[in-house]
């Protein structure tokens, strides 16, 4: 229990008798209360999926880690120290549920590929070419763990070098050269024989052509 | 790798991704319209980090399972719950153990759950069937049929779920459940995986349910006419297809 505990008006929007307020413990925010992080956690699952699924490669998987993910966060959300944080948390505790799953090579469901949803769910999808969209993908899929994490985490989720630094608990330094190492498999990968992805002059000519 | 000799890779995409102070901006920036080929490098990296987010953002729009905000939700209300809850809850334990139980033995068990437990007990072979074909071919379609219908006492039929790489290996025909008796059809798949589908004459209202218990991912689907619990070792959303298509597939 925190010896110097302080609180302040709540989060809002919750009934009275519930709001429990922010909860300042040796000047960091906490999490609040249950049910304030139970909202704050359902806001960010649309997220969170979208995050699972990129990382693993197909929808059932990410759907099984979502749901592992949902309940370990139950469990455990009075360690989040700061709500603010709740999206690199839950990541952080995803991507540990996933290297798990796979040190465990627990067997999975039919495995739906992300492609096939990339096909039915994508708005944009129509704009660009669908071949190159499931060699992008299976692209991806060659790369280690950790190089997709960090490609996802930098063009997915928009995170700069010293919030990935940070999530990641690794210096700026092997951010930057994970990163480059990343891109650099993924490339080789695009333009290995056989991809249907574009290759720099035919994307670049799509998109002088869209402008 | 960096085609520039002065241009380290991770200043490169450092500088792809807005991170480099001004000065060191700026010195890329001019490399880069002095060199085709570091110009084509950030282009193809460029490209890339384009590609990645076009592909993969709109997965966010995707409607969430309604079972996990159930499941967080409902959560909060376990939290809730005093100090003597555990207490109350090795009490109800006990007594669904002790109910359970009964049910594995073949008596009567009333109550919405029963159906789940008495198709639990079957996949486990805990009841005793009246009656076990075992399928050898697709050919024999008709026979199951037939048993199918008899015990059920209504015109239905065994769903084919080749569709989803689920063949029908066999029939368990049990007696002395409600409304008489049941059948479980066992399929598998070239993984060795079983997916069992148990029917019978529901005992409760019209229900659909999915969750995740002892490793394995049961759905309750039922109506007036037919309560159905199935059973597999499968995630929830090749439950959801598999579930679809053996509910609509049992539709004579």
């Known amino acids: 229990m925190c010896p110097n505990v302080e609180t302040k008006p709540g989060f809002g929007r919750f009934p009275p008798g519930q709001a429990r307020g922010i909860v300042r413990c040796g000047g960091v925010l906490k999490a609040g209360t249950r049910e304030q992080f139970a909202e704050a956690l359902i806001a960010h699952l649309p997220a969170l999926r979208r995050y699972a699924m990129a990382l693993v490669g197909n929808a059932s998987g990410a759907d099984d880690l979502v749901q592992d993910c949902i ?14 944080r709740i999206g690199g948390w839950l990541r952080s505790i995803l991507h540990n549920l996933y290297i798990d799953e796979l040190r465990r090579r627990r ?13 039915d769910g994508a708005p944009s999808v129509s704009a660009g070419d669908p071949g190159s969209f499931r060699d992008f993908v299976a692209a991806m899929n060659t790369l280690s763990v950790e190089h997709r994490q960090i490609l996802l985490l930098v063009g997915l989720e928009g995170l700069n070098y010293r919030e990935i630094s940070e999530e990641l608990k690794v210096p700026l330094g092997t951010v930057m050269s994970r990163l480059a190492r990343a891109r650099e498999r993924l490339r080789a990968s695009l333009e290995a024989p056989g991809s249907m992805a574009p290759n720099v002059a035919t994307l670049m000519a799509h998109r002088r052509s869209e402008r | 790798m960096s085609p520039h000799p002065d241009i380290r890779d991770e200043d490169l995409h450092a500088f792809i991704d807005g991170e480099l102070d001004t000065a060191r901006n700026a010195e890329i920036a001019d490399a880069a319209r002095d060199d085709a080929a570091l110009m084509d490098q950030i282009a193809a990296f460029r490209a890339d980090k384009a590609m990645l987010a076009e592909v993969y953002a709109p997965l966010i729009d995707r409607p969430l399972p309604a079972e996990w905000l159930k499941q967080i939700r409902g959560e909060d209300r376990r939290r809730r719950n005093p100090w003597w809850a555990p207490i109350t809850a090795i009490a109800a334990s006990i007594v669904l153990l002790i109910a359970g139980l009964s049910t594995y033995r073949g008596l009567p068990a009333n109550g919405e759950e029963s159906i789940v437990r008495e198709a639990l007990a079957a996949r486990s072979d805990m009841l005793e069937a009246n009656k076990v074909v075992v399928v050898a071919s697709p050919s024999e379609a008709g026979n199951v049929n037939h048993i199918l219908a008899a015990a059920l006492r209504m015109r239905v039929k065994a769903p084919d779920l080749s569709r989803m790489g689920y063949k029908l290996e066999t029939v368990h025909v049990y007696g002395n459940v409600p409304g008489g008796e049941s059948v479980e059809l066992r399929y598998r798949d070239a993984k060795s995986r079983d997916f069992a589908l148990y029917v019978r004459h529901p005992s409760s209202g019209v229900r659909f349910d999915q969750y995740r218990s002892a490793g394995l991912r049961v759905c309750i689907w039922q109506d007036d006419v037919l309560g159905t619990v199935m059973t597999g070792p499968i995630s929830a ?16």
């Open chain 1, 107 to 119: 067997s999975r469901g039919v495995e739906e590929d992300i492609t096939n949803l990339i096909d």
């Open chain 1, 71 to 84: 309940e370990r966060a139950l469990r455990q959300y009075e360690d989040l120290r700061d709500r603010q």
């Open chain 2, 237 to 252: 959303a090749e439950m959801q297809r598999l579930a679809s298509l053996a509910y609509t597939g049992l539709e004579s």
